[in-house]
DNA sequence: GCCCAGGAGTGTG
DNA sequence: CACACTCATGGG
């Protein structure tokens, strides 16, 4: 049995937004729709014009509200897009196309969890490892899926298990993260601020600059971070012949796009990956 | 087979 | 500070 809830939430494209890396655990159907596990529930939407769709097992009381925090509704993408255009040229441009491409709110501890994965690892080993560990410390969630561990229950797991669900070299991190972290640190840590709780992930083990950076902004919500991966390393050198250490790049970025740096490196981001398989390139230097 | 991956930790110059 | 090396392994 399923209901179905409709919100508005303009622009969006659900393909951009769930399917470039931000997050892993959502899936395009056959038919087009998105479907992915969220607040214990297997949850489906469609995008159509103006109108989001979602189909989810009943349970949840306003799951339309549940959607919304997932993908910001609250952002104002015109106004950010206006901020971005106004500090950078080549943005401007190159953002044209992604309007539709928002930053997404995921839970903080799955957020964290997740990009302490996804070092060294491409997407679709990422999600594969995702969905191991759901499967085996998870639980079964309305809709036949399984929901991210939590912190309590994956602490019971040993670094042999962790290491058995394919995590390789990362299942130590794992291991001691979960014997670090409580949750009262993690709700503790939302009330930050990005300096602050950009040290604090960053003394945790396994997580760096670059994690802390993606944590921060698709985790907290913190959109002022400015993630940088090998992709986002050859952008930066491609369109602003700007290179060298995380903390150079990092100074440069944030001068660059202030308040709304997370969405300039998502529009980059995109571009590059894009870039890289054939499509044509919507950044110019011109 | 080969190369790469939304890197981090550690050691060295 | 910068750089080099290691870590394990699946995907393309």
Redesign the pocket.
Known sequence: MTTAANIRLEPLNLEQTLG???TFRWRQLRDGSWQGPLKDQLVTLRSDGPHLQIVSSPGTPDIGRVVSELLRAEDDIRAIQSSLSRRDHILAKGMKGLSGLRIVKMDEWECLLS?TL?????????A?MIDTLALSYGSRIQGGAYSFPTLTRLRKASVGDL?RC?L??RAGYVHEIGERLTADELERMKELSYAELRKEL?AL????????D?VSLFGFGRLEAF??????ERALKRLYKVQ??Y??LSAFAHEKFGPYAGYA??YM?YNERMRARGAACLFSKE
């Open positions: 470039c890396g931000q990009f996804a070092t060294y690892a491409n997407i679709p080993r990422i594969r290491r394919g390789g070299y960053i083990p396994g997580i760096g600059e670059k994690v802390a993606c993630p940088i991966d090998v992709w986002m060298g250490t903390k150079r490196q998502e981001y």
